[in-house]
């Protein structure tokens, strides 16, 4: 009968909710959404459903509902700058299958969710971005990180991607690879675009690690600094995630990040006073994650670390290349960097 469809459907809801505390249904648009439930409510609502399930229709069938309901219900949260809906699974993403969504925050550029992948569920499994060769990652499984972007960020996000596909084809480390880029299914002027790796127990600096791992932090941070001046890309903003197991950084949300030469460019035109603007505030905001009282053994570090990524560029451009790889807007921002790096801590002759 109609009642008894109604009263199943209702139960359906009641055991999706209280199966799983983070969901809960919300009235006016007939969804589930996240949020605490109380155990003691959680606890009286099963015992209903029980009842229920055994006046009208089969308990076993009722009982069973809930982890296919709550795992086929879409996340829904709604933002200052608009709303959020993720399905679990998620399948947008050709070539990549998600489960089990976390939120991992919000910004001006969209909001962050972390993904596990399908065969990483599976017990024994192993992560395929276990190692990436772009940054670092811990044993837990969430291996993808979903980025939706709001409306009027969906340009800047889809450049993000961009910028990171290039800075792979580039070889710079410690940074996100972008796995793909799809246009939000709610609104396709909005898109979404998938990442890797997760790093996950990490803090924003490198006084918050321990003592012994800060050396290894110095030394990815200026490696990755000389590595992206080298392939002409700057940022503002900088966000390090710093590994408290490992001391390894991983350099995340490049939305403001900008390619400001290319290898096709040529070296025959100086770079704009705006690049080099941008390349001055990227370098100091990179250099500033450094303590400026750092002990001497740290200095000694990025020194030598330094001199250790420019030359490691002019080796990998080979004695024939030099005049193509170090054109004119290369060597206007590594010659930036030395003149920061003096000015800040490190007093050494780098030559030409």
Same mark, same amino acid.
């Given at each position: 009968?109609?009642?008894?469809?109604?009263?199943? +459907?209702?139960?359906?809801?009641?055991?999706?909710?209280?199966?799983?505390?983070?969901?809960?249904?919300?009235?006016?648009?007939?969804?589930?959404?996240?949020?605490?439930?109380?155990?003691?409510?959680?606890?009286?609502?099963?015992?209903?459903?029980?009842?229920?399930?055994? %006046?009208?229709?089969?308990?076993?069938?009722?009982?069973?509902?809930?982890?296919?309901?709550?795992?086929?219900?879409?996340?829904?949260?709604?933002?200052?700058?608009?709303?959020?809906?993720?399905?679990?699974?998620?399948?947008?993403?050709?070539?990549?299958?998600?489960?089990?969504?976390?939120?991992?925050? +919000?910004?001006?550029?969209?909001?962050?969710?972390?993904?596990?992948?399908?065969?990483?569920?599976?017990?024994?499994?192993?992560?395929?971005?276990?190692?990436?060769?772009?940054?670092?990652?811990?044993?837990?499984?969430?291996?993808?990180?979903?980025?939706?972007?709001?409306?009027? &960020?969906?340009?800047?996000?889809?450049?993000?991607?961009?910028?990171?596909?290039? %800075?792979?084809?580039?070889?710079?480390?410690?940074?996100?690879?972008?796995?793909?880029?799809?246009?939000?299914?709610?609104?396709?002027?909005?898109?979404?675009?998938?990442?890797?790796?997760?790093?996950?127990? &990490?803090?924003? &600096?490198?006084?918050?690690?321990?003592?012994?791992?800060?050396?290894?932090?110095?030394?990815?941070?200026?490696?990755?600094?000389?590595?992206?001046?080298?392939?002409?890309?700057?940022?503002?903003?900088?966000?390090?995630?710093?590994?408290?197991?490992?001391?390894?950084?991983?350099?995340?949300?490049?939305?403001?990040?900008?390619?400001?030469?290319?290898?096709?460019?040529?070296?025959?035109?100086?770079?704009?006073?705006?690049?080099?603007?941008?390349?001055?505030?990227?370098?100091?905001?990179? %250099?500033?994650?450094?303590?400026?009282?750092?002990?001497?053994?740290?200095?000694?570090?990025?020194?030598?670390?330094?001199?250790?990524?420019?030359?490691?560029?002019?080796?990998?451009?080979?004695?024939?290349?030099?005049?193509?790889?170090?054109?004119?807007?290369?060597?206007?921002?590594?010659?930036?960097?030395?003149?920061?790096?003096?000015?800040?801590?490190? &007093?050494?002759?780098?030559?030409?």
């Amino acid at each position: 009968s109609e009642m008894k469809q109604n009263v199943q +459907s209702a139960t359906a809801v009641i055991v999706a909710t209280m199966s799983d505390p983070a969901f809960a249904f919300r009235e006016n648009s007939g969804e589930l959404r996240r949020v605490a439930i109380h155990p003691r409510l959680r606890e009286v609502t099963m015992s209903t459903t029980m009842a229920l399930g055994f %006046m009208f229709g089969d308990p076993v069938h009722v009982m069973n509902a809930p982890s296919a309901c709550a795992h086929a219900a879409p996340i829904d949260m709604t933002f200052a700058n608009g709303s959020v809906r993720l399905d679990d699974p998620l399948r947008s993403f050709p070539g990549l299958d998600l489960l089990h969504p976390q939120y991992l925050g +919000s910004g001006g550029g969209g909001a962050v969710y972390a993904y596990d992948r399908a065969e990483t569920v599976t017990e024994g499994s192993q992560s395929r971005s276990s190692s990436t060769g772009s940054g670092p990652t811990t044993g837990r499984h969430q291996a993808v990180v979903v980025k939706v972007s709001w409306m009027r &960020s969906a340009a800047s996000v889809g450049r993000e991607c961009t910028v990171l596909n290039y %800075m792979e084809t580039r070889r710079v480390t410690g940074v996100e690879q972008c796995r793909g880029q799809v246009p939000y299914p709610f609104d396709n002027r909005r898109v979404m675009i998938a990442m890797e790796p997760v790093m996950n127990d &990490s803090v924003a &600096s490198i006084s918050e690690i321990d003592e012994r791992l800060r050396p290894k932090a110095v030394r990815c941070i200026i490696r990755t600094l000389v590595q992206m001046l080298s392939a002409g890309v700057v940022t503002t903003d900088v966000q390090p995630l710093i590994s408290k197991a490992t001391g390894e950084v991983l350099f995340i949300d490049m939305t403001e990040a900008k390619i400001v030469f290319t290898d096709d460019d040529g070296d025959s035109e100086a770079m704009s006073f705006l690049d080099m603007a941008l390349a001055q505030s990227f370098v100091s905001e990179m %250099m500033g994650l450094i303590p400026i009282d750092s002990p001497d053994e740290l200095i000694r570090v990025a020194n030598s670390q330094l001199i250790q990524e420019l030359q490691n560029i002019h080796e990998s451009s080979g004695v024939g290349k030099m005049a193509h790889v170090q054109q004119q807007q290369q060597r206007q921002l590594l010659e930036l960097l030395r003149e920061q790096v003096r000015s800040t801590f490190i &007093s050494q002759d780098f030559g030409d």
